[in-house]
């Protein structure tokens, strides 16, 4: 059974960028779109955005211009790099494997534990 | 962007009852619609997608309803493992939303 796994730093500056890493282990990262999901402190869940293993990705547009989703299908991990924090995006952020086909999909299983983000000086 | 309002908040239980929970559209997002059930420290876990389809491993307790704009996550005969906070998210239009949640205690 497919198992995701986040990992990074729990303290990043204001101004500086965010980078998590997901590590998929127990199946292959090819052939599936990825995505990362946050929730900061009581507020609901955020897509952030989604990559296929072929490197194609899409973002919310309430992120895009910050956020940058990247692959790398031979360590079976996928990154999210956030610039320009600011104290809005302190969160626990998840990665997860969206499932379903085509225009079909969009729903996500499995999720990783999560991994809290603090942005503060 | 679709907003998904869930209801109530929070839900009182006792073991053994069962639990309706509500998740409503801003529009239509037809049958495209997930459950999630979340404990502290855990890692969110797909309950139902394509609104009534219950994922690999689910138990037939939890079943899910509806289309259009209203959706029901039914939970039957409590078990002390369903405490937890649930979630719905509609995946018919980008970018996908997810509800703010409703947390199942025990009565």
């Known amino acids: 059974q497919v198992q995701l796994q986040e990992s990074g730093p729990g303290l990043v500056k204001p101004s500086e960028t965010l980078s998590l890493t997901c590590t998929v282990s127990?199946?292959?990262?090819?052939?599936?779109?990825w995505s990362w999901i946050r929730q900061p402190p009581g507020k609901g869940l955020e897509w952030i955005g989604y990559?296929?293993?072929?490197?194609?990705?899409d973002y919310n547009p309430s992120l895009r211009g910050r956020v940058i989703i990247s692959v790398d299908t031979s360590k079976n991990q996928f990154s999210l790099n956030l610039s320009s924090v600011t104290s809005a995006d302190t969160a626990l952020y998840y990665c997860?494997?969206?499932?379903?086909?085509?225009?079909?999909?969009?729903?996500?299983?499995?999720w990783g534990q999560g991994t809290l983000v603090t942005v503060s000086s | 962007e679709i907003v998904m309002t869930q209801s109530p908040a929070t839900l009182s239980v006792s073991p053994g009852e069962s639990a309706t929970l509500s998740c409503r559209a801003s529009?239509?997002?037809?049958?495209?619609v997930a459950w999630y059930q979340r404990k502290p420290g855990q890692a969110p876990r797909l309950l139902i997608y394509?609104?009534?389809t219950r994922a690999t491993g689910i138990p037939a307790r939890f079943s899910g309803s509806g289309s259009g704009t209203e959706f029901t996550l039914t939970i039957s005969s409590l078990q002390s493992e369903d405490f937890a906070v649930y979630y719905c998210?509609?995946?018919?239009?980008?970018?996908?939303?997810f509800g703010p949640g409703t947390k199942v205690d025990i009565k």
């Open positions: 529009q239509s997002v037809r049958s495209k």
């Open positions: 990559i296929y293993s072929s490197g194609s990705a």
């Open positions: 997860a494997r969206m499932r379903g086909v085509g225009a079909t999909r969009g729903w996500f299983d499995p």
């Open positions: 998210q509609q995946y018919n239009n980008w970018p996908v939303t």
């Open positions: 127990d199946g292959s990262i090819s052939n599936y779109y």
């Open positions: 394509g609104a009534s």
